[in-house]
């Protein structure tokens, strides 16, 4: 079976995207781990299928690079949403469906601004923060961001910590740089690597760091991959909503699959 395929990336968070309204595409862990292989498939840090959804623009359905279907992808979402802009389903300002609910983006010229959840708990500890930012992250402070054995270190917390038994954490190490600027790198569970990017990681970062630091919105971050930017409202209750992640996000090629095994 040949499937047209489009790469996106969003500071390096690379994705294969896939305009699946008519949803003929077949889905399994299987192939959709063979696609997102650096060796034997396209390449990617995860797989998006766009689908159409009553009373939304479309519906984003993510899988991780292991094939197994994630939560929310920060990154993921501001690239779907330059895909749809691509695709013509909108021209300024779309309202989608994902697997953590409603969202909304715009496009302004290179900018894609994503809104994400609100999030009401964040769980605080001496040495790090827990949150669910769309996707559960572990966020932890250090005095040099690029020294980090990300890889060692995050998948030792991934699986080794109380998160891993309930189907794992993210793990983000943030440097702050300034008053309301970071430099933030991940771990993401599903790929099993650190990727150049996370945008539900960065989110977690800017809010923990605005709890932590009494910071202001909104916050810049910087990753392997580029800069983004998380602008935020925190209500009465403490709670964040208007939560907005703003970067770049773009169509790097387009190619067919043949899905039949590449290995
Ligand atoms: N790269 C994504 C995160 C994917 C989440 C996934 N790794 C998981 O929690 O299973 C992002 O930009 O937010």
Redesign the pocket.
Known sequence: MKITFFKYQGTG?DFVMIDDRDQSFPVSKELIASICHRRFGVGS??LILLQNAEGYDFRMV?F?ADGGE???????GRCVVRFANDLGLFSDHTKFIAVDGEHEGTVSGDVIRLKMSGVKDVQRYEDYDFLNT???HYVTFVDQVDEVDVVNIGSEIRYGSIYGPQGGT?VNFAEIIEENHLSVRTY????EDE?F?????VTACALSASLRNDWQSPITVETIGGTLEVAFQQNANGEFDDITLIGPAVRVFEGVLDTTPTR
Do not use: A, I
């Open positions: 968070n840090d995860g993510y991780n994630g939560s929310m992808c920060g990154n993921g769309g996707s559960p993210n993401e569970r599903g790929v990727t990017s996370c945008g539900t990681g």
